[in-house]
């Protein structure tokens, strides 16, 4: 009887890939997923680090899950939370039988440190989450990871310490994996997308051609995680020849002196800038982007230019995010700490603000035919929309998921469009 197994998965999209891959190679180690906690025999959480709310999600998820496993089970905890504090971790839950970090498979008794190979700043492990297979995909759509770490140093960015520098995989290994998940949409990811290959002396143009041979692969081709300066001519020009004319930007900010203090590149205008002449080349490009509120030295006139910057701007989709004191990061050091509730009065006055832009952008559909890939039965998404973090289109029951449809929007509600069949 073959041992079960239940992945539980915190945090980004590239954790999301991770456990994707872990899962693969617990299937190949001869385990089969059970159908819920209480039945598994190893419990795995894969768990995230990046802001104090995502660590305590994670310590309550692995002491839920802790509660609820079946007597003899393993409860074993990887992920960002184990790379970064591992020792203090497993000090702090003695009900965990194993943390493992990077690098170290899931299954028990292979929890041992595998030797890595370096290369400069770069540390490859034997076991590589990075490049392991991974399983065809349950739905239409799948993440791909192009690169793990990162080369920036962004004030409150914690992520380069614990995934270290950028190490990019060679495009055969990319097609590879995307030939192997066999969908129909393709969303590439990495904690610094278009920088991908410049870690590899491929130069600042290694994502377009990535691109392209991937759009050549698959129906639909979706960037997130652009950084602004990065966003070159040909990257623009690329990601409009795929047919996606999406573009996750992200600004964290827009005011220069902010911007400046969070190590970052960019201003308001210089956004604005970019995204209008987008605009000029494709009228219909959609938009997301992500800002911190209370960042250290905050003013009331950098709030202000932030607000100002979504009214001009007119972005479908903004996520903001109170601004986390991360230990180790530059941001830490600073003064100007923002008060608590400052923050949750910006942040308020922010969201409020992006919902009645997003709400009506989302309205000016209506009557609209576009094209959806139906992701499960009733629920699919346009261009427009990124998976697990924009919105939705509820569909007629009866088209089936992974197909690619004409419809018509009938009705919008907030984020959420409603289409019907093309007469
Ligand atoms: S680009 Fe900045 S925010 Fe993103 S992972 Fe790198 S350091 Fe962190």
Redo the contacts with the bound molecule.
């Keep these: 009887m073959a041992r079960r197994y239940w992945m539980h998965t915190l945090g980004c999209p590239k954790n999301q890939v991770d456990s994707d891959k872990l899962e693969g190679t617990l299937i190949a180690d001869g385990l089969r997923p059970a159908t819920s906690p209480d039945k598994a025999d190893l419990v795995v959480v894969n768990t995230c680090a990046f802001i104090e709310a995502a660590r305590q999600e994670s310590i309550d998820t692995i002491l839920a899950l802790g509660d609820v496993r079946k007597d003899g089970a393993e409860l074993v905890v990887t992920g960002c939370m184990a790379e970064r504090y591992g020792d203090e971790l497993a000090e702090a839950l003695p009900e965990v039988d194993a943390v493992v970090g990077f690098g170290v498979p899931v299954t028990l008794g292979a929890s041992r440190p595998v030797a890595a190979t370096v290369t400069g700043r770069q540390v490859v492990p034997a076991f590589d989450l990075l490049e392991l297979a991974r399983p065809a995909s349950a739905v239409p759509w799948a993440y791909v990871k192009v690169a793990e770490g990162?080369d920036?140093?962004?004030g409150?960015?914690a992520?380069?310490s614990f995934r270290g520098p950028q190490r990019s995989r060679s495009q055969a290994s990319i097609l590879q994996e995307v030939d192997a998940l066999n969908v129909r949409e393709v969303v590439l990811v990495a904690?610094?997308l278009a920088a991908y290959g410049r870690d590899q002396g491929r130069g600042d143009r290694a994502i377009v051609p990535l691109v392209q041979a991937v759009a050549a692969r698959v129906e639909r081709v979706r960037l997130l995680?652009l950084?602004p300066s990065d966003l070159t001519d040909e990257l623009v020009e690329a990601i409009i020849a795929t047919g996606v004319a999406y573009f996750d930007l992200?600004l964290q900010h827009v005011s220069r002196p902010l911007l400046a203090r969070m190590r970052?590149w960019g201003d308001g205008g210089r956004f604005l800038e970019r995204i209008s002449a987008i605009r000029a080349i494709e009228p219909e490009a959609a938009f997301r982007s992500n800002f911190i509120v209370g960042y250290p030295g905050e003013t009331e006139a950098d709030h202000d230019a932030l607000l100002a910057f979504i009214d001009e701007a007119q972005l479908d989709w903004c996520g903001f995010f109170s601004y986390s004191s991360e230990e180790g990061t530059y941001a830490a050091g600073l003064d100007g700490a923002v008060a608590e509730g400052l923050v949750v009065e910006r942040l308020s006055e922010l969201s409020e603000r992006q919902d009645a832009i997003t709400a009506a952008r989302r309205d000016a559909l209506i009557g609209r035919e576009v094209e959806v890939l139906v992701d499960v039965a009733g629920v699919g998404r346009t261009y427009r929309e990124a998976p697990e973090i924009d919105g939705i289109v509820h569909l007629p029951d009866d088209l089936a998921p992974g197909t690619l449809v004409d419809v018509v929007v009938s009705a919008a509600e907030g984020p959420d469009l409603t289409a019907v069949r093309r007469r």
């Design positions: 990162c920036r140093a962004c409150f960015c992520i380069p904690q610094d995680y950084y992200s970052r």
